[in-house]
């Protein structure tokens, strides 16, 4: 049995990308028996970029209502946000008195983030600690995350490594789980899918919005009888990535005959999408329109979480001598 651990930052809607490289895999993990799945809505770190209370709201219940549409089985797990157990954000004073300044200031992310941001807060610099309380906090023991989080495990696991030898064995040393086989999932434009490049394929967007991202996808000129190659074309490689290999080869099929132009093969990306994540959109507007609902679903969680947090939080007090 494994106590599994993720968050997601309230950062936006969920896109295809987050879906496939990071909701899917997790539940699956999740799903596996004798697994215990913590899941939870970063809010607190999305506050280091989001100063609209409403819009920060709206996305933590919109990640949130992604996590439930895509089959996260809360009942039996525990789902939470995270700024609700602000028990979180005591664990962050102590551990920041247990990470060297170098760690932080060297980090990957903390560079690339600051060189492009206009406003640069304490909070971006401090992420990684307020990341290790998420972790240490719920003694978890595996972290699934993209490859790009890797440094913030290891951070999490120095800082832990290095309160257990000052103070004796308190803190679970979690591992992180990179699997290489999840993919990267392109945008419209053929870069990395990424709120941050604006070339995403919002499967929770209404119709309309939609359409219109899966119309723009980016592709060459070639015309309506022109034999196309399906492997260097956007629309083919977002189509296999949720078709199956019957739909996919015919697809394929179409492609390499010519008389099937691009503007088909968008519609039929659209129509497999609609049809696939039929059910999952029609969740995930249940639980937007139902915040209520969700609220309760969450608090549920939180009670639960609680419960951990307060016992981890009360042998780490014990040792620090408060
Ligand atoms: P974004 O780049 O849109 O801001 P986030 O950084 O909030 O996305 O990512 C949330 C999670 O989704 C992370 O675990 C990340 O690894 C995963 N993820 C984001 N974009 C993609 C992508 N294009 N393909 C696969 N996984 C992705
Ligand atoms: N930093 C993660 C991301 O941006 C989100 C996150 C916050 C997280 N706390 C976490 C992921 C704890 C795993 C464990 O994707």
Redesign the pocket.
């Known amino acids: 049995m494994a106590r599994i651990l993720t968050g ?2 309230s ?2 809607k969920p ?1 295809l ?2 879906i ?3 909701i899917n895999p997790s539940i699956n993990l999740s799903g596996k028996k004798g697994n215990e799945s913590l899941f939870f809505i970063a809010d607190l770190h999305s506050l280091i970029n989001i100063k609209d209370p409403h819009l920060l709201q709206e996305n933590t219940f919109s990640v949130a209502s992604a996590w439930l549409a895509m089959g996260f089985d809360f009942k039996n797990n525990f789902f939470y946000r995270q700024s609700k157990i602000t028990e979180v954000c005591e664990l962050t004073w102590y551990l920041n008195c247990f990470t060297p300044f170098p760690m932080l200031s060297n980090s990957h992310s903390f560079k690339d983030k600051s060189e492009n941001l206009s406003e640069i807060n304490s909070g971006l610099f401090t992420y990684p600690v307020l990341m290790a309380s998420d972790i240490l906090l719920y003694d978890a023991e595996i972290v699934p ?2 490859k ?2 890797k440094q913030h495990l290891e951070i999490t696991r120095d800082i832990a490594k290095s309160f257990n030898h000052q103070y004796g064995d308190t803190f679970i040393i979690p591992k992180s789980k990179i699997d290489k086989n ?6 419209i434009d053929g870069k ?5 490049y604006n070339n ?1 394929i919002d499967i929770f967007a209404d119709e309309k919005l939609l359409k219109k991202q899966v119309m723009s996808i980016v592709t060459d000129s070639k015309g309506l009888d022109d034999k196309k190659d399906p492997s260097n074309c956007n629309i083919f490689n977002l189509f296999r990535l949720i078709a199956t290999k019957k739909e996919s080869d015919e697809m394929r099929e179409k492609y390499t005959s010519g008389g099937y132009g691009y503007g088909h093969a968008k519609k039929d990306l659209l129509c497999l999408i609609m049809d696939n994540f039929e059910n999952e959109r029609k969740v995930y507007f249940e639980y937007m329109q139902n915040k209520d609902y969700l609220k309760s679903i969450l608090e549920t969680g939180e009670n639960k979480a609680r419960e951990i947090a307060t016992n981890v939080l009360d042998r780490v007090k014990i040792k620090l001598g408060f």
């Open positions: 997601i930052q950062s936006g896109h990308g987050n496939l490289g990071a995350v993209g790009d989080q999840v993919m990267t999932v392109k945008g990395k899918m990424s709120k941050t995403t």
